[in-house]
């Protein structure tokens, strides 16, 4: 299997917007559910998004303002985020739910900073 591959991150100002992209394969859309993780500096990976068959789901601290979304046809997974704030800062990972060790792939860094 191939690691999906993040971009999109950058330096946003907190109320900004940033959209990520995630290259994935086609062995990766033939799992259910799909999902964005981030991980800030000193602490846990957390579950940002998950894509299923039924819908998506966000954790509390982006509902409202994070949108996730995936293109079958392209084998790309999205991740709209509006609003940003400071603790948004972290690195951005897409995965299938729950995540497969060897599918963790580099990441891709957001910093939100005035």
């Known amino acids: 299997q191939v690691q999906p591959l993040e971009s999109g991150g950058g330096l946003v100002q907190p109320g900004g917007s940033l959209r990520l992209s995630c290259a994935t394969s086609?062995?990766?859309?033939?799992?259910?559910?799909l999902a964005w993780f981030r991980q800030a500096p000193g602490k846990q990976r957390e579950l940002v998004a998950r894509?299923?068959?039924?819908?998506?789901n966000y954790a509390d601290s982006v509902k409202g303002r994070f949108t996730a979304s995936k293109d079958k046809a392209k084998n790309m997974v999205y991740l709209q985020m509006n609003s940003m704030k400071v603790e948004s800062t972290a690195v951005y990972y897409c995965?299938?739910?729950?995540?497969?060790?060897?599918?963790w792939g580099q990441g891709t860094q957001v910093t939100v900073s005035s």
């Open positions: 086609e062995f990766f859309f033939s799992i259910n559910t």
């Open positions: 995965n299938v739910f729950p995540p497969f060790q060897e599918y």
């Open positions: 894509i299923s068959s039924s819908g998506t």
